[in-house]
């Protein structure tokens, strides 16, 4: 089992930023690529972000390429998502999740509680 809690979210002004933070606890956190989604009203959740067991390697939805910075730190057992010039359609709920990474992120059913983020234009 692994269990995931974020933290971060909050208002914030459109052009603003937010960081986003999960601690994991649990099996081998360095064993899991780790992923961030995110979920708004009445649509599906989908993948924001994602970054491999080492690091190395990340993957962003084009939604939000230049802007969302995925990083994470094995020592700590946490992963962090910076989110610059935020626009108001990035209100959601944002999830973290433990998964692989093989050509594409595979989740996991290992989430987060979520932490809301609202973007007021």
């Known amino acids: 089992q692994v269990q995931l809690v974020e933290s971060g979210g909050g208002l914030v002004q459109a052009g603003g930023s937010l960081r986003l933070s999960c601690a994991a606890s649990?099996?081998?956190?360095?064993?899991?690529?780790m992923g961030w989604f995110r979920q708004a009203p009445g649509k599906e959740r989908e993948l924001v972000a994602a970054i491999t067991r080492s690091g190395g390697g990340t993957y962003y939805a084009e939604s939000v390429k230049g802007r969302f910075t995925i990083s994470r730190d094995n020592a700590k057992n946490t992963v962090a998502l910076q989110m610059n010039s935020l626009k108001p359609e990035d209100t959601a709920v944002y999830y973290c999740?433990?998964?692989?990474?093989?050509?594409?992120?595979?989740?996991?059913?290992?989430w987060g509680q979520g932490t809301q983020v609202t973007v007021s234009s």
């Open positions: 649990g099996r081998t956190f360095s064993n899991y690529a």
């Open positions: 999740n433990a998964g692989t990474y093989s050509s594409r992120y595979y989740p996991y059913d290992y």
